[in-house]
T-cell receptor
Framework: NAGVTQTPKFRILKIGQSMTLQCTQDMNHNYMYWYRQDPGMGLKLIYYSVGAGITDKGEVPNGYNVSRSTTEDFPLRLELAAPSQTSVYFC???????????FGPGTRLTVL | AQSVTQLGSHVSVSEGALVLLRCNYSSSVPPYLFWYVQYPNQGLQLLLKYTSAATLVKGINGFEAEFKKSETSFHLTKPSAHMSDAAEYFCAVRDFGNEKLTFGTGTRLTIIP
């Protein structure tokens, strides 16, 4: 049982490039979330999903897209990377919205 | 909208001393409340959660938190700090009917030998 896995661990992008951050969970959780963490700002919700085929915007969705075609996977797409997207990105999952969220190890992204 | 305030972005305590990390929320209705811990270069992991059962909640690693409705607070305590407690701690809140967590800005705990 690997829990929540994220790839890659680190990535450097040039301005305007695109990339997909991968997130997979093996706990059969319905809910999945993407957060970004910036120093002194806590975690901000980017997008979340309540099940396969259903996604919704969080607090800071601009510049990002998501899809959820399976229960296990919830990739986050960055189009036209900008320096403001330099951050640490965490994926999380939970069985129900009121249950504990389990977090992945994070992806550290730098946009230059 | 729900908000969470963690007083003190940095807290330092001596090894063996009491740890007190403060969290206040804004909801008028008692929400679900969580404390998470983040060790360097790792994701967050749950310390404890309040879900309207007992007001004093015990968590892992000797931590506990008390829900006080009158003060809209959910402060985290540990009687005796250990060097391994050095980490960043986040308070989070979820309102009933809301599928999202709102996180505080975090408190970095430093333990002085």
């Amino acid at each position: 049982n690997a829990g929540v896995t994220q790839t890659p661990k680190f990535r450097i992008l040039k301005i305007g490039q695109s990339m997909t951050l991968q997130c997979t969970q093996d706990m059969n959780h319905n809910y999945m979330y993407w957060y970004r963490q910036d120093p002194g700002m806590g975690l901000k919700l980017i997008y979340y999903s309540v099940g396969a085929g259903i996604t919704d915007k969080g607090e800071v969705p601009n510049g990002y897209n998501v899809s959820r075609s399976t229960t296990e996977d919830f990739p986050l797409r960055l189009e036209l990377a900008a320096p403001s997207q330099t951050s640490v990105y965490f994926c999380a999952s939970s069985y129900r919205s009121y249950n504990e969220q389990f977090f992945g190890p994070g992806t550290r992204l730098t946009v230059l | 909208a729900q908000s969470v305030t963690q007083l003190g972005s940095h807290v330092s305590v001596s090894e063996g001393a009491l740890v007190l990390l403060r969290c206040n929320y804004s909801s008028s209705v008692p929400p679900y409340l969580f404390w998470y811990v983040q060790y360097p270069n790792q994701g967050l992991q749950l310390l404890l959660k309040y879900t309207s059962a007992a007001t004093l909640v015990k968590g892992i690693n000797g931590f506990e938190a008390e829900f006080k409705k009158s003060e809209t607070s959910f402060h985290l305590t540990k009687p005796s700090a250990h060097m391994s407690d050095a980490a960043e701690y986040f308070c989070a809140v979820r309102d009933f009917g809301n599928e999202k967590l709102t996180f505080g800005t975090g408190t970095r705990l430093t333990i002085i030998p």
